[in-house]
T-cell receptor
Framework: QQPVQSPQAVILREGEDAVINCSSS?????VHWYRQKHGEAPVFLMI?????EQKGHDKISASFNEKKQQSSLYLTASQLSYSGTYFC?????????????FGGGTRLMVKP | NAGVTQTPKFRILKIGQSMTLQCTQD?????MYWYRQDPGMGLKLIYY???????DKGEVPNGYNVSRSTTEDFPLRLELAAPSQTSVYFC????????????FGPGTRLLVL
């Protein structure tokens, strides 16, 4: 069963913040975040491993709550270049070969 | 490094036709994957390979076949194309496991009429 992402879509003004959530009904080993611009391939953002860690680079960070089986992606002081669709991919204990199951995506639009 | 390359970029097939989507990576990655992405949706895993000669089914394998005779190449075969196979197909690779960064190719857009 695929993870559930929320919200499905969000519109921001430049400089505003956003949070994207990814929830799984199963235990998580790791959560992966990707961004996809329209008509392009997904591009890796970050991986969070079991252990409840938080990661970040530049103004994009993420947290991983193992107990709640969820991860959140934080975009701070959004830029026009942040526009795109964000996907989380989850690795669950019964996924053969550490394969990922991707959520349905969150469409983010940043306006000037 | 070219990374992950896919051909063709776009193809129109008639119902019942067959075709092979090509995927090549030059990063010496062990793991390779095929995903499909339907309009406005997430990625669904079709097949994956953990090394040359080893492949396994993903979430949506019906109607597809794969082979992996070399580390670099992982072609996806569509037999008897159906309208439900209209989608964008992405090939990806990672070095040593599904838990690592996956590098995606540019995708093949397939339309079955």
């Amino acid at each position: 069963q695929q993870p559930v992402q929320s919200p499905q879509a969000v519109i921001l003004r430049e400089g505003e913040d956003a949070v994207i959530n990814c929830s799984s009904s199963k235990a998580l080993y790791s959560v992966h975040w990707y961004r996809q611009k329209h008509g392009e391939a997904p591009v890796f953002l970050m991986i969070l491993l079991k252990g409840g860690e938080q990661k970040g680079h530049d103004k994009i960070s993420a947290s991983f709550n193992e107990k709640k089986q969820q991860s959140s992606l934080y975009l701070t002081a959004s830029q026009l270049s942040y526009s795109g669709t964000y996907f989380c991919g989850t690795e669950n204990p019964n996924n053969a070969g550490n394969m990922l199951t991707f959520g349905g995506g969150t469409r983010l639009m940043v306006k000037p | 490094n070219a990374g992950v390359t896919q051909t063709p970029k776009f193809r129109i097939l008639k119902i019942g036709q067959s075709m092979t989507l090509q995927c090549t990576q030059d990063m010496n990655h062990n793991y390779m994957y095929w995903y499909r992405q339907d309009p406005g949706m997430g990625l669904k895993l079709i097949y994956y390979s953990v090394g040359a000669g080893i492949t396994d089914k993903g979430e949506v394998p019906n109607g597809y076949n794969v082979s992996r005779s070399t580390t670099e190449d992982f072609p996806l075969r569509l037999e008897l194309a159906a309208p439900s196979q209209t989608s964008v197909y992405f090939c990806a690779s990672s070095y040593f496991s599904g838990r690592e960064t996956q590098y995606f190719g540019p995708g093949t857009r397939l339309l079955v009429l």
